[in-house]
């Protein structure tokens, strides 16, 4: 079965460069979370797309966007770079007309140097 | 490696009647391990953490979670359920000796309640 696939698995970076996370759910799911999950920390959310609109935000930084595009997969552009961006990435997908469970990908590990 | 199951995918109770969630992991040294709720459309809430601290863990509306190593297993209990409780469990694993904090998720146990 398909699964949640993110994009790429590890990226390195240099403080103020700019960084894009790709993460394509699975097929027929309308809903992309993003996480963000620091050194020894608890996932924090950072946004969520239903339908291609923003659904709910949580604590993204202005420095980070993102957007759902027409085939639902989902891109997290991050700009000026700091090291404490680095951590992993993760999203997660989900349909509303199925209960809205949650499907994991395995992340993006993102490090800044 | 590390991974985690649990063992039911739905689990329906009887509002006012006790919730077990059941979840078995693997771990090559001694876990760090976490349940997190999501409600219906709604991002993931954590419920409680177990990090090598008191093996009985208590968490957030009422619920709480027992570490046996003997048994591999974290299983989340709660003495009596909420219709307010329906939701999506997830149990997770992470090994901090692995150097990489990664999160194993489960696949989720959909708690039903019914009144």
């Known amino acids: 079965a398909a699964g949640v696939i993110q994009s790429p698995r590890h990226l390195i970076k240099e403080k103020r460069e700019t960084a894009t996370l790709k993460c394509y759910p699975i097929p027929r799911h309308d809903t992309v979370y993003w996480y963000q999950q620091g050194p020894g920390q608890d996932p924090q959310f950072l946004i969520s797309f239903y339908e291609k609109m923003q659904s709910d935000k949580g604590s993204i930084p202005d420095r980070f966007s993102a957007q759902q595009f027409s085939d639902y997969h989902s891109e997290l552009n991050m700009s000026s770079l700091e090291l404490g961006d680095s951590a992993l990435y993760f999203c997660a997908s989900s349909s509303r007309d199925r209960g809205g469970k949650l499907f994991f990908g395995s992340g993006t590990q993102l490090s800044v140097l | 490696a590390q991974s985690v199951t649990q063992l039911d995918s739905h689990v329906s109770v009887s509002e006012g009647t006790p919730v077990l969630l059941r979840c078995n992991y693997s771990?090559?040294?001694?876990?760090?391990l976490f349940w997190y709720v999501q409600h219906p459309n709604k991002g993931l809430q954590l419920l409680l953490k177990y990090t090598s601290a008191a093996t009985l863990v208590k968490g957030i509306n009422g619920f709480e979670a027992e570490f046996k190593k003997s048994e591999t297993s974290f299983h989340l209990t709660k003495p009596s359920a909420h219709m307010s409780d329906a939701a999506e469990y997830f149990c997770v694993v992470s090994d901090p000796a692995s150097g990489t904090y990664k999160y194993i998720f489960g696949t989720g146990t959909r708690l039903k309640v019914l009144a």
């Open positions: 771990s090559s040294y001694s876990p760090s």
